[in-house]
């Protein structure tokens, strides 16, 4: 026996069900199935799906494509949903009827309805999805907080095993911290997103694992055989699903970590928003680099598993039955009391604050000021949505206007208000919905797009059910909010004179200027924007070539660490000098330096320094100043002269006096009218290590191109034995090659090093630039979103214009009017909407524009070709949306138009 | 006298003359698609074929598959059908004799 034939899957047919036309379903949908069938054997089954879908919808329109001007009276006890479907397949066909007018209204809408959903899509995977444990409302979050108020500080692990301890209220109290791990896969290393957790995590939050036993009480242990549970992304995609999974191992900065465990494919790690890709014992904290509070007072200890006062683990607790999270946090109150008591010098003043896991989202304080952002921004793009509606409302009161004959017919042959409304409603719902599908694949599009971040921080926003309700809600809302008025007004046309011809003229004349007042607010807005847009544009273009203060060209660097492969903190500067060394002596290269911190790298490092002689200066807490240490071949290297003093030198050691280079900037405020030279600081208190000044260096910008100056420490990196983070070469070859060369001179004396950056200088201030361009490129987008709404609706006015005005139109062109005149008519009407829109947002923007200033660079807020510019964008978008009714006003056939009557 | 015939109802009787009587509407699409080389929505062909029929060229047939799926029609030529295929064909031969070379020339 054969095998029955392949039919489409049974959403489809229902659907196809609905949109063919009663008589002929039956036999259509055989068809169609057996047409699906034997698609499926020679093309992929998704695209016999389409396929289905595409015919059935052109055997709906098509096989009822007849003149029809009234609909058939409804059946004796027909099913309400036969009639839905009855209108929709008719509405459907009056879309079809209009491909222009649909595509532009679809346009819209699911521009309106993308931007909505994208935006709720990142709300939702950050803000709204409840948390991935099992019972939620009895986890609780349990912070720390700081003599100095600071309420909702992280925990040290000596705490956490004192609290885990001593706790009555809770039945197991788990820990967690972000991580950074280098991952060693076939000799290539690469940084891993994931959690350090205490070994209980999973049981505490409630997520049993899909395979594998997971972590015993053993791993909390230090010197426990290293141990991991990995990510159902991270099995799939870096082990191919393998089956035997369990027990390989992953190699973690050279450790070999077995794998004792697979999450579940809905976990993503508890950090909202961020998708973990590994879990690991926190007992191997010191081989990766965990993320969190890090508040250090009084250090007790050698490692962060000893230092009571290294605050980095967040603390998940699950509450006993019967307990409160007011008795959890009262106890474990005491219990830090306690703590407090024994250990002063690390614990005076820090508390206990326990909130419930479900009512944290990011973190208490974040949560705060994330909340009312997300709201403005749900509100903001739900305006932009508003505008759109208010557009197609327009486009369908012309619509309507042309349509009153039609309407007029039938109600004169008894179709009632209501099953006319009725009709009309479900034409414009149709609409919303196929706008809402095209605007959640626009959303689903936008939201995949990769973060232009320079770390592997991978977004957990996806398409989720809630935001397919989302989507669906949002696209029927705005179908009744443009469709009700027009329908109502459509489907009440007054008998006499829409037969006779007579468009609906009287009260139009106040809707007409609310109209236009709308359509001039929304060029008002787009010209704001575009003019924003603009600046920004301009001044990414400017910093290009703004003078960072030395040469950019000719100069690369790497980051990167060697203690995350496994070398001791000596060696690993040794390193450092090595590769320098070597790089010096590679083809090409004329210089090498070490750097802690780089010139607009994001690594900011400040300290604490006093003038010596000057507490005027210093205050009571010293000077917070900008601090970098680097080597003695930095200065040549960069091309940062040296103004006055000397360079760092081979004299300058660890046992030899502390010696620094301040910048310019910083000897011309302290030490105005003298030489600083010779001067001392102190280094964190006014008693701290003496620092001597034994140079001036060149000011130049330190964080962002284009920033005032601000004084700049360096520091003698050649006085330290351990450190290093940065390395930075100079040469003659192009600054592609020279990237290349530091990463082979590199790997040449170590294959396992891995890079946290590595590029040409010219390519990190291009990062700095990033807000600006990311500026550039979203204030971009809405401007074109929004010059398109204005577009559309200066459209749907004019059009309705031209329609109310046909008959006058006719008698003009009858009296000798000729088509230029006619066309002058209709664009003078556009242009005077466009020129009040745009004037009055010049002087918006005008007014506004300091608001900007801080971020542009080298471009003055009031740039009059940003202004110019936008201006002749404004003029060109209006012009084309004017041009098409203005002509069909032109083309009217005179006749025809006064026959109307 | 025979019925005028459009040409996409030549089509569709030429075909329904290949695949022989109890064609399905899918099968007759199909044959069309290969021999013209253009692409043909089902839903024409369905409307075609009911109007061959009401012009009585062509009957349908109901049948019940036995393996589950829906009812569907096949077709056959009706012997009017098969006349004014005849007479088609036979115009068009008629019409066409020795203009061949004169086409190819002006290509």
């Keep these: 026996m054969t095998p029955a034939p392949r039919r489409p899957p049974a959403p489809l047919r229902r659907l196809a069900s609905a949109l063919l036309p009663r008589d002929d379903r039956e036999l259509l949908l055989g068809d169609l199935e057996d047409a699906y069938a034997a698609r499926c054997a020679r093309a992929p089954r998704a695209v016999a799906a389409a396929i289905f879908i595409a015919e059935a919808a052109h055997a709906a329109i098509g096989r009822r494509r007849r003149p029809v001007t009234v609909l058939p009276p409804p059946h004796k006890g027909a099913h309400m949903f036969d009639s839905l479907a009855r209108d929709l397949r008719y509405g459907a066909r009056g879309l079809a009827r209009n491909p222009g007018f649909t595509a532009v209204a679809l346009l819209s809408l699911a521009l309106g309805i993308g931007f909505n959903t994208a935006v709720f899509t990142v709300v939702n995977g950050i803000l709204l999805r409840p948390l991935p444990v099992a019972d939620p409302d009895r986890l609780v979050t349990i912070y720390t907080s700081e003599k100095d108020g600071y309420r ?21 109290l788990s820990g967690h911290s972000l991580m950074f791990a280098s991952l060693e896969r076939d000799g290539v290393a690469s940084l891993a997103l994931g959690e350090l957790v205490t070994a209980n995590y999973f049981d505490v939050i409630g997520v049993p694992l899909a395979r594998g036993a997971g972590f015993t009480p053993a791993d909390d242990r230090a010197g426990a055989p290293p141990a991991m549970i990995i990510s159902d992304a991270f099995w799939k995609r870096e082990l191919g699903s393998a089956p035997d ?74 509450l006993q039955p019967g307990a409160t999270v ?38 208490p304080e974040l949560d705060g000021m994330l909340t009312p952002l997300a709201a403005l921004l749900v509100a903001a793009v739900g305006l932009v949505l508003l505008v759109a509606c208010a557009n197609i409302a327009n486009m369908l009161l012309a619509r309507g206007a042309a349509r009153s004959r039609e309407m007029a017919v039938r109600a004169a042959i008894g179709a009632g208000r209501g099953r006319l409304a009725r009709q009309l409603l479900a034409e414009n719902l149709l609409l919303a919905l196929g706008g809402g599908a095209l605007g959640t694949l626009l959303a689903a599009w936008a939201v995949s797009l990769p973060l ?32 009700l008025v027009p329908a109502l007004q459509a489907s009440r046309p007054s008998l006499v004179p829409a037969l006779k011809g007579d468009a609906p003229g009287g009260r139009a004349s106040r809707r007409l200027s609310l109209r236009s007042l709308l359509v001039v607010t929304q060029v008002a807005v787009s010209t704001v924007l575009v003019v924003s847009a603009a600046l920004l544009v301009r001044s990414v273009a400017a910093a290009r070539v703004i003078d960072v203060g030395f040469e950019q060209r000719g100069l690369a660097y790497a980051t990167f660490a060697p203690t995350m492969i496994g070398y001791e903190d000596e060696a690993g500067l040794r390193f450092f ?38 507490p005027d200066l ?29 360079n760092f030198s081979e004299r300058d050691t660890p046992d030899s006096p502390l010696v620094a280079v301040i910048n310019e900037t910083m000897a011309r405020r302290y030490f105005p009218g003298e030489s600083a030279v010779g001067k001392r600081l102190r280094a964190r208190t006014p008693s701290g290590p003496v620092v001597d000044i034994i140079g001036v260096s060149a000011a130049h910008p330190v964080r962002s191109v284009g920033e005032p100056p601000r004084p700049f420490i360096h520091l003698s990196l050649d006085q330290r034995r351990t450190g290093g983070n940065s390395l930075v070469i100079r040469g003659s070859l192009p600054d592609d090659q020279l990237a290349t060369t530091l990463r082979r001179e590199i790997l040449a004396l170590d294959p396992r090093m891995f890079f946290l950056e590595l590029q040409p200088y010219a390519a990190q201030i291009e990062t700095t630039l990033f807000p600006v361009r990311a500026g550039a490129m979203l204030l971009g987008m809405v401007g074109a979103l929004a010059l398109g709404l204005a577009a559309i609706g200066l459209y ?18 009858a009296l000798g009017a000729r088509p230029e005149s006619v066309l002058g008519l209709i664009l003078r009407d556009a242009l005077t909407l466009v020129a009040a829109g745009i004037v009055a947002g010049l002087a918006a923007a005008w007014t506004t524009s300091g608001a900007l200033g801080s971020v542009l660079v080298g471009v003055a807020p009031r740039d009059p070709l940003a202004y110019g510019l936008a201006v002749v964008v404004l003029l060109g978008v209006a012009t084309i949306a004017a041009l098409i009714p203005a002509r069909r006003a032109a083309r009217l056939d005179p006749l025809a138009a006064l026959r109307h009557a | 006298m025979s019925a005028y015939l459009g040409e996409f109802e030549q089509l569709l009787l030429l075909a329904l003359l290949r695949l022989g009587p109890g064609a399905g509407t899918a099968a007759i699409r199909d044959a069309v698609e290969a021999g013209s080389g253009r692409k043909v929505w089902l839903g024409a062909v369905f409307t075609t074929l009911e109007r061959l029929e009401a012009k009585g060229l062509v009957r349908s047939s109901l049948i019940e598959p036995s393996g589950g799926g829906r009812r569907r029609k096949i077709y056959a030529l ?21 203009l061949k070379p004169k086409l190819d020339s002006l290509g």
């Design chain 1, 326 to 363: 007011e008795q959890a946090g009262a106890e474990l109150s005491s219990i830090m009391a306690a703590l407090a008591a024994d250990f002063p010098g690390t614990n005076e003043g820090v508390g206990i604050t326990v909130l419930r896991a479900d009512q944290v989202r990011l973190h």
């Design chain 1, 577 to 614: 000098r090595e590769a320098a060394d070597r790089l010096r002596a590679a083809p090409g290269i004329t210089d090498a330096a070490l750097a802690e911190r780089l010139p607009f790298s994001i690594n900011y490092q400040f300290s604490e320094f006093f003038i010596e002689g000057r």
């Design chain 1, 245 to 318: 999974a369990i027990g390989r191992t992953v190699r973690i900065r050279g450790k070999a970590c077995t794998i004792v465990g697979i999450a579940p494919p809905t976990f993503h790690g508890l950090m909202p928003g961020m998708i973990a890709d590994l879990w690991l014992p926190a007992s191997m904290a010191e081989d990766v680099e965990p993320v969190g509070y890090n508040a250090s007072t009084g250090t007790t200890g050698t490692t962060r598993f000893d230092r009571r006062g290294q605050r980095w683990m967040f603390l998940k607790g699950r």
């Design chain 2, 78 to 98: 009706d012997p009017a059908g098969e006349a004014a295929l005849a007479h088609a064909y036979d115009t068009w031969t008629r019409m066409t004799r020795g």
């Design chain 1, 152 to 172: 909702y500080a992280t925990a040290s692990l000596p705490d956490y095993h004192d609290l885990r301890e001593r706790t009555t209220t809770l039945g197991g």
């Design chain 1, 618 to 646: 210093s205050g009571k807490h010293g000077l917070s100043l900008d601090v970098t240490r680097v080597d003695r071949h930095y200065f040549d290297t960069m091309g940062i002269r040296l103004i006055e003093g000397r």
């Design chain 1, 796 to 813: 749907g006015v004019l059009a309705f214009n031209v329609s109310r005005r046909t008959r006058e139109i006719g008698i003009r062109m």
């Design chain 1, 452 to 483: 232009p971040l320079p770390l592997p921080l991978a977004l957990d926003v996806a398409i989720d059910a809630r935001v397919l309700l989302f989507a669906f809600a949002v696209s029927l809302t705005t179908g009744l909010v443009f469709g």
